[in-house]
């Protein structure tokens, strides 16, 4: 791979933006974290592990003696959940909020260290009595209340493994799920409060385990959220507030090895089977705990941190269930979706706690930025000292409205990049160190390594552009794919030997920040010109007129690619950008004065909304549909499935060339 032709656009970035005095001198993290991890980053990350309380303490860190399959601390024992709730009660943080709940309706309800462990032991006893054991899989189905973070900790208490399936995936891709994994048990809810109404979840249990599937299962255990009718097996469906309200307060912690597994999460691959990624303790929880509280600065006694993501996602397992908890903080926990009552809901959440570490979706960033900074505007956002993104490459106009509209002008952005299967925060900035530079991930974390390496495995210096991969192991990586080892040596550890290969494209730019590219599927080769769709993007964005931009290769006989964009124009410009082919000679204009004329798309479509996952990830594979005019492939994983419909419609009415 040649970055000769590469085209520079993104790390052209010149603003920076360094951390004050204030908060450089009060932060956490302090600069010598880097020297100390790279002075010997086996003992770095033990003393991390050793943050933890072990029941049996480690000897050895690391065994890497059978790679790709690791170990760490693999002679200590502990627990999961001892480490995220019983520890705090003993130390006398049991009067800490551990869970500030708003539900989307209105109701809120707050639980201290105490009472979360109290729950936590009762929950935890009520699984045993319905026969799970050290090592069963339980599937979780919940929405987001407190009772999916109850659910996960007591299931990690007494050393079972959870599935957690998002909420808004199907019956069918539940079912497959809970047979993948064998698991015995379901948690649900009846349902649970979005966009105002009450929508249900058991019945999506019901169809799952209907017609003699998912045969391991013996009970769904079920929370009841909205009080809707549901159906009821008998025999098999047990009411939580029965089984667990009854249930003794009393339960010990009982340890486990650091590679008990802790749970598994389904994440898509480039196959239509999704993996099971395989996550472990000792690990996992040491890197949760250490990346959270580092990362994000977190000051447990004085800090109220939220993170939005559900915990259908990775991002709600690490730094919802897990994280932040390990590390004594007050979170918020909300239930619904950003636009009920109406767009200021986050706002006045962040208002009415006094939120101060806020963790979001740059997808979600520019869906407010689209709606315009009048709506945050009319809260009092003081409280943010502390912003992270995640999911995708944050392009810097979005970067720069979250600082000065969230971020009151001043609050550090943490723009972290992870994966499923790294379990946690590998490549970000740490907000009283890094000087900041909008749109880029910046630096790998202390105890991290990362390279970009060409297709032929030759690290890439500054200024080029090729493929992540991180050269040491690290103690939350994923342990495996569920049932599946080959695959994972596959998928992970083949590409370049002894290296874990992200999928993710990226440039270290002369100053030796790290640009994330996207995933290399989303790399394009323009007449033998390498170009990312994130560039493209971000130019598109940079533009007045649009508010969002989803950019994709398509098949052509003679660049070999063609770029095609689909564009969604700011409410308020509409008027101003005219008929979509002048918007459309604007936007290629534009472009090509950005990046140059090689990147100048091919077609630009205008369209009302992007086809994206219920977790707000654009299916660029259904705009490669379109954009080759194929019949549009499944698209039940889409949050709004009439999307494809209306954008597809549009091309058919003619979209510009
Ligand atoms: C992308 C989410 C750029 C990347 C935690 C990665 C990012 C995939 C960032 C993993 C970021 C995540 N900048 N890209 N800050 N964070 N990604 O498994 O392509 O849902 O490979 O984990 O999201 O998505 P996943």
Redesign the pocket.
């Known amino acids: 791979m040649s970055a000769d032709h590469e085209i520079e656009n993104l790390s052209h970035e010149n603003r920076h933006f360094a951390p004050s005095e204030t908060f450089a001198r009060n932060a956490i993290a302090q600069v010598d974290l880097y020297a100390e991890a790279k002075a010997d980053r086996l003992g770095f990350w033990a003393k991390q592990a050793n943050n933890l309380h072990w029941h049996k303490p480690f000897t050895q860190t690391l065994d890497w003696t059978n790679p790709p399959f690791a170990k760490w601390f693999a002679d200590g024992k502990l627990n999961i959940s001892y480490n995220c709730l019983d520890r705090h009660v003993e130390v006398g943080n049991g009067d800490r909020t551990a869970i500030f709940f708003e539900g989307e309706p209105g109701d809120s309800r707050e639980l201290t260290y105490a009472e979360l462990t109290r729950e936590v032991k009762k929950a935890a006893n009520a699984l045993t009595a319905l026969g799970i054991k050290p090592g069963d899989r339980v599937a979780i189905y919940m929405p987001m209340i407190p009772e999916a973070i109850i659910a996960m900790q007591a299931v990690a208490r007494i050393g079972a493994v959870h599935s957690v399936i998002f909420g808004g995936f199907s019956a069918e891709s539940l079912s497959s799920r809970i047979e993948d994994a064998d698991a015995k048990l379901v948690i649900t809810a009846d349902g649970g409060y979005r966009k105002g109404k009450a929508s249900a979840l058991k019945p999506a249990v019901d169809e799952a385990l209907s017609a003699g599937k998912c045969a391991s299962v013996k009970n769904v255990l079920v929370v009841r959220r909205t009080n809707q009718d549901v159906a009821w097996v008998e025999g098999r469906d047990v009411e939580w507030s029965e089984a667990v309200g009854n249930a003794s307060d009393e339960h010990e912690a009982q340890a486990f090895d650091a590679e008990h597994p802790l749970f598994i999460l389904y994440?898509s691959g480039t196959t239509g089977k999704p993996k099971g990624i395989l996550h472990t303790s000792g690990g996992y929880l040491t890197q949760a705990a250490y990346t959270h509280k580092n990362v994000f600065d977190l000051h447990a006694e004085t800090d109220v941190y939220w993170c939005t993501a559900d915990v259908g996602?990775?991002?709600g397992h690490s730094y919802v269930a897990y994280g932040p908890l390990a590390n004594g903080a007050s979170q918020v926990i909300y239930e619904g979706t950003p636009d009920t009552p109406d767009w200021g809901r986050w706002w006045s959440i962040i208002e009415k706690y006094g939120v101060s570490i806020f963790y979001t979706a740059p997808t979600a960033i520019r869906t407010f930025m689209k709606l315009g900074s009048q709506i945050p505007e009319q809260h009092n956002l003081k409280s943010i000292r502390v912003l992270g993104?995640?999911?995708?490459?944050?392009n810097p106009e979005a970067w720069m409205w979250y600082r000065e509209h969230i971020g009151g002008g001043q609050a550090p952005i943490v723009?972290?990049?992870?994966?499923?299967?790294?379990g946690a925060i590998m490549?970000?900035p740490l907000p009283g160190i890094t000087t900041l530079k909008p749109g880029s991930?910046q630096v790998p974390l202390p105890g991290v390594s990362a390279e970009v390496l060409d297709d032929e495995g030759n690290i890439l210096g500054r200024g080029h552009a090729g493929l992540l991969v991180l050269t040491e192991p690290w103690p939350s990586m994923l342990r495996g794919i569920w049932g599946d080892p080959e695959r994972f040596k596959e998928t992970y550890w083949s590409k370049f030997e002894g290296k874990y290969f992200?999928?993710?494209g990226a440039k270290w730019d002369e100053e030796g920040d790290l640009w994330?590219l996207?995933?290399v599927d989303d790399v394009m080769n323009i007449s033998g010109h390498r170009l990312s769709t994130?560039e493209i993007e971000s130019a598109l964005v940079s533009h007045p007129f649009v508010a969002e931009a989803a950019v994709v290769g398509a098949k052509d006989e003679t660049t070999g690619q063609a770029i095609v964009a689909f564009v969604i124009l700011r409410q308020n410009q509409i008027e101003a950008a005219g008929s979509d082919s002048d918007v459309s000679k604007i936007l290629r204009d534009h472009v090509a004065k950005e990046i140059g004329p090689i990147a100048k798309p091919r077609t630009i479509i205008v369209v009302a909304e992007l086809p994206k996952t219920r977790?707000g990830?654009i299916m660029r594979r259904l705009l490669r549909d379109v954009a080759e005019d194929r019949p549009i492939g499944d698209v039940t994983t889409l949050a709004d499935t009439s999307v494809m419909q209306s954008i597809s419609g549009k091309l058919a009415g003619g979209a510009n060339d």
């Not at 993104?389 to 944050?394: A, F, H, N, T």
């Open positions: 994440t996602w990775i991002t993104s995640v999911g995708e490459p944050i723009d972290t990049w992870w994966q499923t299967e790294t490549v970000s991930a992200a999928g993710d994330l996207g995933r994130a977790s990830k």
